[in-house]
Structure formats: structure tokens, C-alpha cells
């Protein structure tokens, strides 16, 4: 019997230990956790104000927009030029040979005696 009393004694001990190591294992971890994120709020905070002060000169501003908005429409409209003039110089050459085939041709037929 009292083996028994010691033993629920020796269980309920372990439980309220394994317990209060778990409750401080959480506090710390959570107070850990809270002081990342408040040093990595600290940091983004810097960088969004250095942003924000160079983005309040509204030449800035215009100039980001522009380029942001511009740029990619001019290099667009150059690679559909380089495109364009590349089929149109391939067109040339290929109605060229065809001409001169047709051409050759013509006089292949005119220059065979008819019988």
C-alpha cells in the first residue's frame, strides 16, 4: 500500500515538473520570439523611412514612375522593330529567289524546241 501511495506521489511529482518545465520553456521561447520580431520590426521600420524620405520629392517620385512604367514598353517596342525588320529582309530574299527561279524557268520553257 504505501508503495502505491509512493508511486501516485512519484507520478503526480514528474507531471508538475514536466509541467513547470514546459510553462518556462514556452515563456522563453514566446519572450524570445517576441524580441525578434521587435528587432526585425526596427530594421524594416529604417528601411521604410529611408524609402519614404526619398520618395517625398515628387521628381522622384515621377522619374520611378516614369522608368517603371516606360522602360519596359521602349525595350518592347524595340525587339518588335528588330523582329519586323529581320522578317521583312528574309521576305525580300525569298520573293528575290523566287523571282529569279521564275524567271529561269520562263526561259527554260521558252528555249525548249515545241514539237
Do not use: W
Not at 55 to 82: C, K, T, W, Y
Amino acid at each position: 500500500m504505501f508503495r502505491q501511495v509512493m508511486g501516485v506521489h512519484q507520478g503526480t511529482v514528474d507531471s508538475y515538473l514536466e509541467e513547470v518545465l514546459c510553462n518556462t520553456v514556452e515563456q522563453a521561447a514566446q519572450s524570445r520570439a517576441l524580441t525578434e520580431a521587435r528587432l526585425k520590426a526596427a530594421k524594416i521600420n529604417q528601411v521604410v523611412d529611408t524609402l519614404e524620405a526619398s520618395a517625398q520629392d515628387p521628381e522622384v517620385v515621377v522619374r520611378e514612375l516614369v522608368h517603371s512604367f516606360n522602360l519596359p514598353h521602349v525595350q518592347r517596342e524595340v525587339v518588335q522593330r528588330r523582329a519586323a525588320n529581320e522578317n521583312k529582309r528574309f521576305s525580300e530574299a525569298a520573293r528575290g529567289a523566287l523571282d529569279e527561279t521564275y524567271k529561269r524557268v520562263t526561259e527554260d520553257i521558252l528555249q525548249v524546241p515545241q514539237e
